[in-house]
């Protein structure tokens, strides 16, 4: 009864679709993954994966700290940061339709735990990301210290399986990627999954 209730409150299959969508596309650790696995492979890699990680699930708590604060204080806010949420995503649909998929291939310097997890401190499109699914698709949810961890860790560990995946098969997705007609229809899907995602939760419809 309790996971119904919880279920009715917002719309899962939006936030899946959000969180898929936004966790697997081109991003600051998509990118600089690729590019490190493609110079150093995954194990060489892999202390930077787990600085990802551990940043990401330290940002997601802080995100979800910041938007229950908010609208605690001003409830009001509630329907702009579904606006701002809403525009935020149909921006994201806008540059995942023009996405290309491509990655610098030059070889970089190897990064390791301390690079990976400040990362994560100055990753605009993770603090975004943070904020829209507390103050939107999770706003309705009680932010209980248990719930708080194990939705950081979810969403974190969606993280690590995304850049695990564009590590060990970067220059493989660049050359599957490179046909236009193929990335043209999986941006299309894919920024139609954003744009009603964005229609959800802006409370549009019902």
Not at 173 to 202: E, G, Q
Request: charged share 10%.
């Amino acid at each position: 009864m309790q996971g119904t209730s919880l279920l009715s409150q917002f719309d899962l299959i939006s936030l899946i679709s959000f969180a898929l969508i936004t966790t697997y596309t081109p991003g600051p650790n998509n990118i600089s993954s690729a590019s490190m696995g493609l110079n150093y492979g995954y194990s060489k890699t892999l202390r930077y994966l787990l600085g990802i990680f551990s940043g990401f699930f330290t940002l997601m708590l802080i995100c979800a700290f910041i938007s229950k604060t908010i609208l605690q204080v001003l409830p009001q806010v509630k329907i702009v940061l579904q606006i701002v949420g809403a525009l935020y995503i149909i921006w994201l649909a806008y540059h995942t339709f023009k996405a290309n998929y491509q990655f610098d291939e030059e070889r970089v310097a190897p990064l390791g735990f301390v690079n990976g997890y400040l990362l994560q401190l100055l990753n605009p499109k993770a603090l975004v990301y943070g904020i829209t699914i507390y103050s939107t698709f999770l706003n309705e949810v009680d932010y209980t210290i248990r719930f708080l961890f194990l939705s950081a860790l979810i969403f974190a560990t969606l993280s690590l399986s995304a850049i695990s995946v564009w590590t060990l098969f970067g220059s493989l997705i660049s050359r599957f990627m490179k046909h236009p007609a193929l990335r043209l229809t999986i941006n299309i899907i894919l920024s139609l999954l954003l744009v009603y995602t964005a229609v959800s939760i802006s409370g549009i419809i019902s």
